[in-house]
């Protein structure tokens, strides 16, 4: 099965560059999830907003929510 690789920051594209400047600061790196997402810029943008709607807001802690969905991934048999 081919595999698809994180874009790195150092040759992201322009239109990359603020995402990334953000997830930088946010995260402390760019997380190779959203990495592999920006294969295609649009679909990491889209993705970045159902994302915050979904981890930042609500009543459970953003780290309870980050740990379900890994032992998801984990259950599921996913390579996260």
Do not use: W
């Amino acid at each position: 099965m081919p595999a698809i690789h994180p874009v790195p920051k150092e040759t992201a594209s322009a239109e990359l560059k603020d995402v990334y400047d953000k997830l930088s600061q946010v995260h402390g790196r760019i997380p190779n999830f959203f990495g592999v997402l920006a294969q295609r810029p649009a679909a990491l943008e889209h993705f970045l907003g159902l994302y915050s709607a979904v981890i930042n807001h609500g009543t459970i802690e953003p780290k309870y929510k980050e740990l379900a969905y890994l032992k998801t991934a984990r259950v599921n048999g996913c390579e996260y």
